[in-house]
C-alpha cells in the first residue's frame, strides 16, 4: 500500500506565498512523475505542475501559474513540493499530490488526499 499525505496548505492574503509538501511512504520501489494538481469548487481537477525523473527532468506548469508556482521534489525522500508565490484569490483550491510509483513489477498512479489553499483578497 503507498498513501500520499500532503501539508502546508492554508489561509493567506494574496500577494503572499505557501509551500506545499507531499511525502509517499509504503513499499515503494521508484517514483517516476510527480505532480500537483488542484479543483475549485464547481471546476474539475486540473494539473497545475508536474516534475519527472530521470537524467532528465522535465517540468510542466499550468499558464496561469507560470512564473509564480515552482515545482521541486526530493527522490531520496520521496517527497515533492510546490512553492507558490504572489497567490491570488483564483489559486483557491484543493491542492492533490499524485504521483506514479513502481511497486514491484508494476506502476500505479496514486493521489493523496488534499490540501485546502485559500487565498483572501
Known amino acids: 500500500q503507498v498513501q500520499l499525505v500532503e501539508s502546508g496548505g492554508g489561509l493567506v492574503q494574496a500577494g503572499g506565498s505557501l509551500r506545499l509538501s507531499c511525502a509517499a511512504s509504503g513499499l515503494i520501489f521508484r517514483i517516476n512523475a510527480m505532480g500537483w494538481y488542484r479543483q475549485a469548487p464547481g471546476n474539475e481537477r486540473e494539473l497545475v505542475a508536474s516534475?519527472?525523473?530521470?537524467?532528465?527532468?522535465?517540468?510542466a506548469y499550468a499558464d496561469s501559474v507560470k512564473g509564480r508556482f515552482t515545482i521541486s521534489r526530493d527522490s531520496a525522500k520521496n517527497a515533492v513540493y510546490l512553492q507558490m508565490n504572489s497567490l491570488k484569490p483564483e489559486d483557491t483550491a484543493v491542492y492533490y499530490c499524485n504521483a506514479d510509483v513502481v511497486v514491484g513489477p508494476s506502476t500505479a498512479n496514486y493521489w493523496g488526499q488534499g490540501t485546502q489553499v485559500t487565498v483572501s483578497s
Open positions: 516534475i519527472t525523473r530521470g537524467s532528465t527532468t522535465n517540468y
